[in-house]
């Protein structure tokens, strides 16, 4: 009796087909999951981006009240990059200031700036900026302002970014200096939403 027990424990195992079964769910759960995850990935460095761009632009603000002194955002198109810059007082001239303020930063692969928000009905912000590189400016009060120092009377500023996958995320500055991220929800109808 015990010769028997111990050839029936001796002989469980999983058999080949068994096996094959189990790669072909695990192959099959596999081409539905990886793609699934990409697109998650690349919509994390899309909202990645648009927080790192937020929170430069809150840097900047801060510090052209706490330094009494006009900053600008540099949003580089080209290089999908952005860089903070102190500026003179006639807000025309970038002062050099602290090597560590005037790193330029990178959009995280895959991301870049559009010009114009996707088509939809509505957007999180009035001002869009245009096709080429662009400038964000602060004035000694962190209201944001013109090239000249004249405080935004169109609503703000907005960049707007979008990554492969065609998804959208945007940040806003307000005429008051309000920093938000959005971003679109496509659909019928589509929406911005706050992140």
Same mark, same amino acid.
């Given at each position: 009796? =015990? ?6 424990? @001796? ?22 999951? @990886? ?36 900053? =600008?955002?540099? @949003? ?19 002062? /050099? /200031? ?24 509505? =957007? ?23 090239? /000249? ?5 169109? /609503? ?22 309000? @920093? ?13 939403? =706050?992140?």
């Amino acid at each position: 009796m =015990r010769a028997r027990r111990r050839a029936k424990c @001796i002989s469980r195992g999983f058999t080949l087909v068994e096996m094959m079964v189990v790669v072909v769910i695990i192959s099959t759960v596999s081409v539905f999951a @990886i793609p699934q995850a990409m697109i998650a990935v690349r919509g994390y460095r899309l909202h990645a981006s648009a927080s790192a761009v937020a929170s430069q632009l809150s840097v900047t603000r801060y510090r052209a009240t706490s330094q009494f002194t006009p900053y =600008r955002l540099n @949003i580089l198109i080209s290089t999908r990059s952005f860089q903070m810059q102190r500026m003179t007082t006639a807000y025309a001239v970038p002062t /050099g /200031g602290d090597p560590q303020e005037s790193q330029t930063m990178v959009l995280s692969t895959g991301v870049s700036y559009v010009a114009t928000n996707p088509s939809a009905p509505q =957007r999180p912000g009035t001002k869009i900026n245009d096709a080429g590189d662009t400038a964000l400016y602060f004035n000694t009060r962190g209201i944001p302002v013109d090239a /000249g120092g004249s405080p935004v009377t169109n /609503g703000g500023y907005a960049v707007y970014l979008q990554n492969e996958d065609s998804l959208y995320d945007a940040v806003t500055v307000s005429i008051g200096g309000r @920093i938000t991220v959005w971003s679109w929800q496509p659909g019928s109808p589509g929406a911005w939403v =706050r992140r």
